[in-house]
């Protein structure tokens, strides 16, 4: 048996007799075409982007409708004393169908057929773009009883409809241009800028050939020589003779700290042309070849010729040559922002949530229910999703998956979803604003990225479904940095050990301390107590992989300055929960500034759906808003019990 997550849940959270009900044979609406023109339709606006819609439908539309429906079913149905597809009475039919249990089955059906025509054409005269299903205020079954084919009719329907987004106009023309926050990250790399600079100017260095045989190699200078390779002996003689590919004829030797293997360098150092030396020199640990990885080995270098080398200052003429018309310190201001832009990748989400904020000051959208109940069984579905991939067996996830543990989730949940959606609404529309688009090759690029993960894990690739996505994520992205360029953001830049508190670890300590003395003098008044020992969960240490080091090209190659490694941080264990009923309000307090990940989990502890060391591995979620039917997420797959 296979059962869908989504599935279920679209059951759990489904209307029932206020819905509209798929009719049970094929009904063709042109039929109505002329008939089902309602006399007026009034739209009332309801909170929570809404509206109410009361429709008057004229006596031929509801005979018209009806008279249909009873057609229809003449065709199918099979009534003793009439022969099949003949024209049998509608009072035969009505009796026909209650006896089977489905009392003014035809006129509800008739009810749904008008909805169907006239809602529609009702949101369209006032440009509102519906979601979901419309429902009757009044269910069809009790509006039924009143419902007389021929006679005017009045439907009383609510629906959800796409927001629209409200901009503080008091703001200015733009509200969005010149958002206020604050966000915190590491300093400026100063290092790295100086390095990069320096590259830069080495690639524009100059070289002069030296004519007087006399001169002795500097620092600085450049040579051609010719090398011949040796493995060292262990008494550090010459062995056995080197590859083809470790030796070599008239290359070019760079004299400066760190660009080759080490001693090359410094044994060259001071030699003139036509001069040959004995060169003792250590590969690389990390070299390709791992033959001659941090392995000894002597050279026998001739100096063939020998060159002065001027590395230029950077002025306005050294900009020049980089590009036209770019000055030094533009140069500079260019280099600064290269530079830090890999930094700044690692703070984008803190710049995002300042931006975020920032944002909601200065607009507001009614969020429809429809799209916090799909969204919020999108991502319950994806936490059961979860759950079974952490050795929760389907049966016990399916008892699980009831209204009420649904309508609790719902409810923890819906603040995130209302904002991401605001987010998601403001962005979309600063993008048209402004005239926000993606180069068509950056969106290949994350297609074919993602062509690629799911050839490799056997994965379904469904990319009329993706490529909406990748491209609405990759939109809202620039559009971010948009808004961080045209933003007033107050940066604070800390350096990543600042974060110790000494004071305000000093009065935790303080206030943990007292709290155990008077747990202790407690004690000491109880006159029988029970020692139970708890046995505390392992702490689990994720151990972050290294990356992998660019290894230098053999013997003649420069060594490439291996990138510092990121620092790690260590997340500080969230502190157990007691075991006691809380408040919801407590409980969206607690679950506020959690990650994902442990809020999906808290929040099935919680619910009674998993226990303590029953913790699953969880996915951040990203949710995608698009215009119309909400987009499900690719964890929502089928289920195997």
């Given at each position: 048996?296979?059962?869908?997550?989504?599935s279920i849940?679209a059951?759990?959270?489904?209307?029932?007799?206020?819905?509209?009900?798929?009719?049970?044979f094929?009904?063709?609406?042109?039929?109505?075409?002329?008939s089902?023109t309602?006399?007026?339709?009034?739209?009332?606006?309801?909170?929570?982007?809404?509206?109410?819609?009361?429709?008057?439908?004229?006596?031929?539309?509801?005979k018209?409708?009806?008279?249909?429906v009873c057609?229809?079913?003449?065709?199918?149905?099979?009534?003793?004393?009439?022969?099949?597809?003949?024209?049998?009475?509608?009072?035969?039919?009505?009796?026909?169908?209650?006896a089977?249990?489905?009392?003014?089955?035809?006129?509800?059906?008739?009810?749904?057929?008008?909805?169907?025509?006239?809602?529609?054409?009702?949101?369209?005269?006032?440009?509102?773009?519906?979601?979901?299903?419309?429902?009757?205020?009044?269910p069809?079954?009790?509006?039924?009883d009143?419902?007389?084919?021929g006679?005017?009719?009045?439907l009383?329907?609510?629906?959800?409809?796409?927001?629209?987004?409200?901009?503080?106009?008091?703001q200015?023309?733009k509200?969005?241009?010149?958002?206020?926050?604050?966000?915190?990250?590491?300093p400026f790399?100063?290092?790295?800028?100086?390095?990069?600079l320096?590259?830069?100017?080495?690639?524009?260095?100059?070289t002069?050939?030296?004519?007087?045989?006399?001169?002795?190699?500097?620092?600085?200078?450049?040579?051609?020589v010719?090398m011949?390779?040796?493995?060292a002996t262990?008494?550090?003689?010459k062995?056995?003779?080197?590859?083809?590919?470790?030796?070599?004829d008239?290359?070019?030797v760079?004299l400066?700290?760190?660009?080759?293997?080490?001693?090359?360098?410094?044994?060259i150092?001071?030699?003139?042309?036509?001069?040959?030396?004995?060169v003792?020199?250590?590969?690389?640990?990390?070299l390709?070849?791992?033959?001659?990885?941090?392995k000894?080995?002597?050279?026998?270098?001739?100096?063939?010729?020998?060159?002065?080398?001027?590395?230029?200052e950077?002025?306005?003429?050294f900009a020049?040559k980089?590009?036209?018309?770019?000055t030094?310190?533009?140069?500079?201001?260019?280099?600064k922002?290269?530079v830090?832009?890999?930094?700044?990748?690692?703070y984008?989400?803190?710049r995002?949530?300042?931006?975020?904020e920032?944002?909601?000051?200065?607009?507001?959208?009614?969020?429809p229910?429809?799209?916090v109940t799909?969204?919020?069984?999108?991502?319950?579905?994806?936490?059961m999703?979860?759950?079974?991939?952490?050795?929760?067996?389907?049966a016990e996830?399916?008892?699980?998956?009831?209204?009420?543990?649904?309508?609790?989730y719902?409810?923890i949940?819906?603040?995130?979803?209302i904002?991401?959606?605001?987010?998601?609404?403001a962005t979309?529309?600063?993008?048209?604003?402004?005239?926000?688009?993606?180069?068509?090759?950056?969106?290949?690029?994350?297609m074919?990225?993602?062509r690629?993960?799911?050839?490799?894990?056997?994965?379904?690739?469904?990319e009329?479904?993706i490529?909406?996505?990748?491209?609405?994520?990759?939109?809202?992205?620039?559009v971010?940095d948009?808004?961080?360029d045209?933003?007033?953001?107050?940066?604070?830049?800390?350096?990543?050990?600042?974060g110790?508190?000494e004071?305000?670890?000093?009065?935790?300590?303080?206030?943990?301390?007292?709290?155990?003395?008077?747990?202790?003098?407690?004690?000491?008044?109880?006159?029988?107590?029970?020692?139970?020992?708890?046995?505390?969960?392992?702490e689990?240490?994720?151990?972050?992989?290294p990356?992998?080091?660019?290894?230098?090209?053999?013997?003649?190659?420069?060594?490439?300055?291996?990138?510092?490694?990121?620092?790690?941080?260590?997340?500080e264990?969230?502190?157990?929960?007691?075991?006691?009923?809380?408040?919801?309000e407590?409980?969206?307090?607690?679950y506020?500034?959690?990650?994902?990940?442990?809020?999906?989990?808290?929040?099935?502890?919680?619910?009674?759906?998993?226990?303590?060391?029953?913790?699953?591995?969880?996915?951040?979620?990203?949710?995608?808003?698009?215009?119309?039917?909400?987009?499900?997420h690719?964890?929502?797959?089928?289920i195997?019990?």
């Amino acid at each position: 048996m296979r059962f869908q997550f989504a599935s279920i849940l679209a059951l759990l959270v489904a209307p029932t007799s206020q819905a509209f009900v798929p009719h049970q044979f094929p009904i063709h609406a042109a039929f109505l075409q002329q008939s089902t023109t309602a006399r007026d339709a009034t739209v009332t606006r309801l909170p929570d982007s809404a509206v109410e819609i009361e429709i008057e439908v004229p006596g031929a539309a509801t005979k018209a409708a009806y008279d249909k429906v009873c057609t229809e079913l003449s065709k199918t149905i099979h009534i003793p004393g009439f022969r099949k597809g003949s024209k049998i009475p509608p009072q035969v039919l009505e009796q026909r169908m209650s006896a089977n249990g489905g009392r003014n089955a035809l006129k509800v059906q008739a009810i749904n057929e008008l909805l169907g025509q006239l809602v529609e054409s009702a949101l369209k005269e006032e440009s509102l773009d519906p979601i979901g299903q419309p429902s009757l205020k009044i269910p069809a079954e009790e509006l039924a009883d009143s419902y007389k084919p021929g006679e005017d009719l009045i439907l009383p329907v609510k629906c959800d409809v796409w927001p629209e987004i409200q901009w503080d106009q008091s703001q200015g023309e733009k509200p969005y241009v010149g958002i206020t926050g604050k966000y915190t990250r590491k300093p400026f790399d100063q290092v790295k800028l100086d390095k990069a600079l320096n590259d830069l100017k080495e690639r524009y260095a100059t070289t002069e050939p030296v004519t007087d045989t006399t001169y002795a190699l500097q620092m600085g200078d450049a040579c051609n020589v010719n090398m011949v390779g040796y493995m060292a002996t262990a008494d550090g003689e010459k062995g056995e003779p080197l590859p083809n590919a470790a030796s070599g004829d008239n290359v070019e030797v760079v004299l400066g700290p760190g660009r080759y293997m080490e001693g090359l360098v410094e044994g060259i150092v001071g030699a003139t042309v036509g001069e040959t030396r004995q060169v003792s020199v250590s590969f690389p640990d990390k070299l390709k070849d791992k033959t001659l990885a941090g392995k000894r080995a002597i050279f026998d270098v001739e100096i063939v010729q020998a060159s002065t080398r001027t590395v230029p200052e950077v002025t306005d003429e050294f900009a020049a040559k980089v590009r036209p018309g770019l000055t030094a310190d533009a140069l500079k201001e260019e280099l600064k922002k290269a530079v830090d832009a890999e930094d700044a990748k690692e703070y984008a989400g803190a710049r995002n949530k300042a931006l975020s904020e920032g944002l909601a000051k200065v607009m507001d959208v009614d969020v429809p229910d429809t799209l916090v109940t799909g969204q919020a069984r999108d991502k319950f579905a994806a936490m059961m999703a979860d759950m079974r991939d952490g050795g929760v067996s389907d049966a016990e996830i399916k008892n699980q998956i009831t209204p009420e543990n649904f309508a609790k989730y719902k409810e923890i949940v819906k603040d995130d979803i209302i904002r991401d959606f605001k987010v998601s609404m403001a962005t979309d529309s600063i993008a048209q604003l402004e005239g926000i688009t993606v180069p068509d090759y950056q969106i290949e690029e994350q297609m074919e990225a993602i062509r690629k993960d799911a050839a490799e894990s056997n994965e379904e690739f469904d990319e009329a479904a993706i490529r909406p996505k990748v491209e609405a994520t990759l939109t809202r992205n620039a559009v971010m940095d948009w808004l961080a360029d045209n933003s007033n953001l107050e940066v604070e830049y800390k350096e990543e050990d600042e974060g110790f508190d000494e004071q305000l670890m000093q009065k935790l300590a303080d206030e943990a301390m007292e709290r155990e003395q008077a747990m202790t003098a407690e004690t000491a008044t109880t006159p029988e107590v029970v020692d139970v020992e708890v046995e505390k969960e392992p702490e689990v240490v994720a151990e972050a992989e290294p990356e992998p080091v660019a290894e230098p090209e053999p013997v003649v190659a420069e060594v490439e300055e291996e990138p510092e490694p990121e620092p790690v941080v260590a997340e500080e264990a969230a502190p157990a929960a007691e075991e006691e009923e809380v408040s919801s309000e407590d409980k969206a307090e607690k679950y506020k500034n959690m990650e994902v990940g442990d809020r999906a989990f808290e929040i099935l502890k919680d619910l009674g759906m998993v226990g303590k060391k029953d913790k699953p591995p969880t996915n951040e979620l990203n949710l995608t808003f698009n215009r119309g039917p909400v987009l499900y997420h690719e964890q929502n797959g089928e289920i195997e019990v």
